[in-house]
DNA sequence: CCAGATTTTGTACAATTTGACACAAACGCA
DNA sequence: TGCGTTTGTGTCAAATTGTACAAAATCTGG
């Protein structure tokens, strides 16, 4: 037993830590250290060195990281080192925004295909995909592989969405509705609603 | 001192709750139990009657709780038992998305303007609004007294906004760019950027 | 209408997880 | 070589979660 079993809190954090180290490499910085990491992205030094120490000793006493070699490290253990093909449900306006997005490029993931339940969005064109029916959706992520999806659907619909993404293999789900969604446990789901990321702030205002 | 220090981790859960309680009572529900609001949002019983004793007595043995009492305080702790003034800033497709997001409705908020950098944007309808120019929004944001802002600008030009925007007065910000924000101490900041939630999954796969 | 069974809350206490601190060891540099 | 820097980690403190149960309310069956 070589790999202890690390906690989601640090997971968490790492994606973090690639995102800022990525910036640092684009703007040509070779090395850094938890304490410069740290101030970037607002976590303590020390906190930072133990998540990275977990995997791994990435560092060097006096110098700090090397910043492409961590970029790699981090990528390899996010298993973001790969491209991952990944659906989106729901053409709407955000759906559109995600379809166009290219913040995906260079980090992991390309969109592959977009459904929707609209018979009028069936068949539109957006950017280089074409809408696909929701009643192929099943088949058509079964016969590609397609582990990751996105939904930009009403909260109406979002449950039998998703519901129908795990029955063709989904194993991972970024969900836009404004709703919990009930998954078998070896389905991750993340939530990104704008309302209640906003309501988590207006407490302290 | 009648109010204890709340840890944010429990003021984060409140709008989860929250969410799925409006959800029940668009259903018709009356009355819940912390086992069956669990069950929906995947939190423990024990964990959701502790994060809701922290603010007083909402229950009743037995019976549980009464869900449009409780969706009132909830609404009233977290303070979104009003309307808040939020504006927007840039008008690419995630600016179009949340402009036209109907979802703030009966969640506490507004978008009240949306303002780029983008001359060929500026003067542009979005739904009713007409994008303003950046040159412009700090005066704006301090007339209107507006605390909340979303950016959806791209990773570049973030920081820079963000500056402004503390400036003006904003004191919570839902950050769409993939970067950490560097704000002082009394500025609040989510970030909700696709690819970092999709890596937050990925190990898992 | 009532007594016992059932449900469900709020909380005391225990266990676990997470974060802060401190420092020896390693490295670079002058 | 000696000094300043920075990592990785052991130890401790704090925060968070889980467990269990008394008390309160409702329900049920006669």
Redesign the pocket.
């Known amino acids: 037993m070589n790999v202890k079993k690390i ?4 997971i968490g954090r790492l994606p973090v830590y690639l995102r800022a180290l990525q910036r640092m490499a684009d703007n040509g910085a070779k090395t ?6 740290g101030e970037h992205v607002g ?5 930072i ?5 977990q995997f ?10 090397s910043i492409q070699f961590l970029i790699d490290k981090l990528r390899e253990i996010l298993k973001v080192d790969r491209v991952w093909d990944v659906v989106l449900i729901g053409a709407g306006d955000l759906g559109h925004a995600l379809a166009n997005y290219n913040g995906f490029q260079n980090r992991g993931f390309r969109v592959v295909a977009i459904f929707d339940n609209d018979k009028n969005k069936v068949g539109q064109k957006i950017g280089e995909f074409t809408v696909e029916d929701t009643d192929t959706m099943l088949e058509r992520i079964k016969s590609m592989g397609v582990k990751i999806a996105m939904t930009t659907v009403p909260a109406s619909a979002a449950q039998e969405v998703a519901d129908k993404l795990v029955q063709a293999g989904v194993r991972a789900i970024l969900n836009y509705a404004p709703v919990s969604l009930n998954v078998p446990e070896n389905v991750k789901v993340q939530y990104t609603d704008p309302s209640t990321n906003l309501q988590r702030m207006t407490y302290y205002l």
Do not use: H, M, N, W
């Open positions: 906690p989601d809190i640090i850094t250290s938890s304490q410069e990491l976590i303590s030094a020390a906190q060195r133990k998540d990275i120490s791994g000793e990435f560092g060097k006493q006096g110098t700090g990281y």
